[in-house]
């Protein structure tokens, strides 16, 4: 389940965002008041679903009076035509709710699809698949959830609940152990700290420090096997960048235990669904 309070307000956002200040002038114009309609939630293509708490509450939030019956949970997969709910109320309403509903169930669907296909992927491996912080502004809550749905697991949430040390850091300071060092004594105790390396040389200064992972940063699958060879388990090791469907088991097979993807919440495609009236 996701916390309400993790996508209220992007709802409310979203529905303010398609409606104005006027609502759906199409449907008040053509549709009676005391119109009453049915349709189900359809899927269009093959993939995992999330995102139905979500899209309900677009409705919720519409018109209470709506009934919005999931016909399955979040996790499933689907095939084209696979029916995912049934809604039925004042079809102003449905209409008013529809592309903001679809819009965000599409987009975490496709996700968490995204996700379970790599999770698929590496499977036997021991890698586990990870987002990170490249989310689209404002929704990461639900791209994340969307994550967790398809079987991944998510990096940090944001710049507040662990350290990660990146190139830029290390410009500005100039040294890996001083960073890690630095950060050690400001943050509290239990907070993890990651460091991310481009090659092997910034890797042994890592593990001069008590870093607790390294970030293994556009390395190929050789020099991530390399890495993880001299890591040696006295660290979490995560490989990330240029992750793809057809590289990601070279790099699982590597002994890595994270690997990062970006493009997971970025720009996964979204999951065709559909809404049709019956």
């Known amino acids: 389940m996701i916390p309400r309070s993790d996508y209220v307000e992007i709802v409310g956002r979203a529905l303010s965002e398609d409606l104005g200040a006027v609502g759906d002038i199409t449907s008040d114009a053509c549709i009676p008041q005391t119109a009453e309609s049915s349709g189900v939630f359809v899927a269009r293509a093959a993939g995992v679903i999330a995102g139905l708490e979500v899209a309900a509450y677009v409705f919720e939030a519409l018109d209470p009076s709506v ?3 999931p016909m399955l949970a979040d996790g499933d997969q ?5 029916r995912v709910a049934r809604i039925s109320g004042h079809s102003r309403s449905i209409l008013s709710g529809e592309r903001t509903a679809l819009n965000l169930l599409g987009r975490m669907s496709g996700v968490a699809t995204a ?24 929704l990461r809550a639900i791209d994340k959830y969307a994550v967790r749905v398809g079987g991944g697991m998510n990096h940090r949430f944001g710049l507040f609940d662990a350290v990660l040390i990146k190139d830029n850091h290390l410009a500005a300071v100039g040294d890996i152990v001083k960073a890690v060092a630095a950060a050690r004594a400001a943050v509290s105790p239990g907070v993890m700290i990651e460091v991310e390396v481009e090659n092997l040389d910034q890797l042994a200064r890592v593990l001069d420090t008590d870093a607790d992972r390294v970030l293994l940063d556009n390395m190929g699958p050789e020099l991530v ?12 090791t995560e490989a990330s960048g240029g992750v793809t469907i057809e590289n990601v088991r070279l790099l699982a097979d590597t002994g890595v235990d994270i ?3 970006g493009w997971l919440t970025h720009s996964a495609p979204q999951l065709d669904i559909a809404l049709d009236f019956t």
């Not at 689907?78 to 696979?82: C, K, L, R, T």
């Not at 096997?225 to 890591?231: K, L, N, S």
């Open 259 to 261: 690997i990062s993807v």
């Open 67 to 69: 009934a919005v019956v």
């Open 115 to 138: 996700t379970a296909q790599l999770v698929e992927e590496v499977s036997g491996t021991g890698a586990r698949i990870s987002d990170t912080r490249k989310t689209m502004p404002g």
């Open 78 to 82: 689907v095939a084209p035509g696979d």
């Open 225 to 236: 096997r390399e890495a993880v060879d001299m890591v040696g388990g006295r660290l979490t």
